[in-house]
Structure formats: structure tokens, C-alpha cells
T-cell receptor, first 114, second 113 residues
């Protein structure tokens, strides 16, 4: 079964550093998403991406965050100048055509900011 | 300090019994709902979905019920098994054009032997 792959599975970074979280969506999917889950809390939407541009973003997704699809397979989330409160699980998801069709989550990257 | 979110509602059921997990959603314009299962350290895993033009949908051992009048969603798991132990989230798409899900706070299902 096709999977959304995320790397690394765990990243530790110092406060103020930049991190890039990587995702390989399912190959025929057109919509890409990042979500965040702070430990013990619900999953929160960050951003959706379609046709090489951001289509929606939440208020969490401020200027500290950016997304990119640098090639035909990767979808990245960059966090500039990380803060302690950025520590969370970050999930990538992709879908064929909006959330109703083949919407699949990756296993996540645990980001720990120290 | 400790987050309120760490105190997820917990449902404990005996193995073999049926489980019912409830979720209230907030937006009457939401037209699509999904139940997800999340095991420790893993991403959300699709269980079953339902559109707003339906009030019931059945899968293998799972049934989702939608009550639009009171904006309530439930997940019924028949003959609960130890492998069903996880946190269960409902998620809604908040408008016809939105592509992102809004997740509920989650319920932890604990299956007792």
C-alpha cells in the first residue's frame, strides 16, 4: 500500500536553529499538508499546498514557517529560528483531490527543541 | 505546567464488548467527517468516513453515526480487540472548499483483557 514517508523520525535541535522536515508524498497525489501535534494534544492543521503554492494556512503557520516542493517528490517544512514551543510531532499528509480522496498521513517527525 | 490535553477522556472496555466513542463538532457547514485511530508514536490512520448527506455508514467492525441536528458524531466498534487500543480522533472539513481537517481532542480507548 502506498505510504507517505517522513524523515527524520526524530530531530533534536537547539533553540534558534533552523530545521527542515522532509516528506515524500504518495506519487500520484496532488495536495500536500502539514499538521502539528503537541504532546498529548490534538492534531492541528498548519498548511495545505497545491499546484506549487500554499492554498490554505492556519494562524499557527506564521513567518517562521515555510513550505517547498523542491522537486517532483519531496515536500518540506522549514522552521526558522526554532522555539521551545515548536517541540511537537509534525505530520505530513497527501491526497489525490482534497481531503475526501486517498488522504494519507505519514508517521511523523518528532521535533524536540532544547 | 501540565497541559489539559494530556488528560484525554478515556474509555475502558472489556475485550469482546462493543465500544462507542463520541465526538461533537462545531461547524454546521462541515460536510465531511473522518474517524482516525492513532497509536502511540504513529500518524493518524483512517478508519471510516461519512459525508453530511448520510447519517450512518458501516465498515468492517466499525459504524459511524452522524447526527447533524445536534452536531454529533459517534464511532461504534464491534467486538473490541486489544489491537483497538489507541487514541481516536474525529475530524471535520469545515467548509465545502477547505482542504484541511479540523481534529477533535481525541478519546483514548483502553481494551481490558
Amino acid at each position: 500500500e502506498p505510504e507517505v514517508t517522513q524523515t527524520p523520525s526524530h530531530q533534536v535541535t537547539q533553540m534558534g536553529q533552523e530545521v527542515i522536515l522532509r516528506c515524500v508524498p504518495i506519487s500520484n497525489h496532488l495536495y500536500f499538508y502539514w499538521y502539528r501535534q503537541i504532546l498529548g494534544q490534538k492534531v492541528e492543521f498548519l498548511v495545505s499546498f497545491y499546484n506549487n503554492e500554499i492554498s490554505e494556512k492556519s494562524e499557527i503557520f506564521d513567518d517562521q514557517f515555510s513550505v517547498e516542493r523542491p522537486d517532483g517528490s519531496n515536500f518540506t517544512l522549514k522552521i526558522r529560528s526554532t522555539k521551545l514551543e515548536d517541540s511537537a510531532m509534525y505530520f505530513c499528509a497527501s491526497s489525490e483531490a482534497g481531503p475526501g480522496i486517498g488522504y494519507t498521513f505519514g508517521s511523523g517527525t518528532r521535533l524536540t527543541v532544547v | 505546567g501540565e497541559s489539559v490535553g494530556l488528560h484525554l477522556p478515556t474509555l475502558s472496555v472489556q475485550e469482546g464488548d462493543n465500544s462507542i466513542i463520541n465526538c461533537a463538532y462545531s461547524n454546521s457547514a462541515s460536510d465531511y467527517f473522518i474517524w482516525y485511530k492513532q497509536e502511540s508514536g504513529k500518524g493518524p490512520q483512517f478508519i471510516i468516513d461519512i459525508r453530511s448527506n448520510m447519517d450512518k455508514r458501516q465498515g468492517q467492525r466499525v459504524t459511524v453515526l452522524l447526527n447533524k441536528t445536534v452536531k454529533h458524531l459517534s464511532l461504534q466498534i464491534a467486538a473490541t480487540q486489544p489491537g483497538d487500543s489507541a487514541v481516536y480522533f474525529c475530524a471535520e472539513v469545515r467548509d465545502n472548499y477547505g482542504q484541511n481537517f479540523v481534529f477533535g481532542p481525541g478519546t483514548r480507548l483502553s481494551v481490558l483483557p
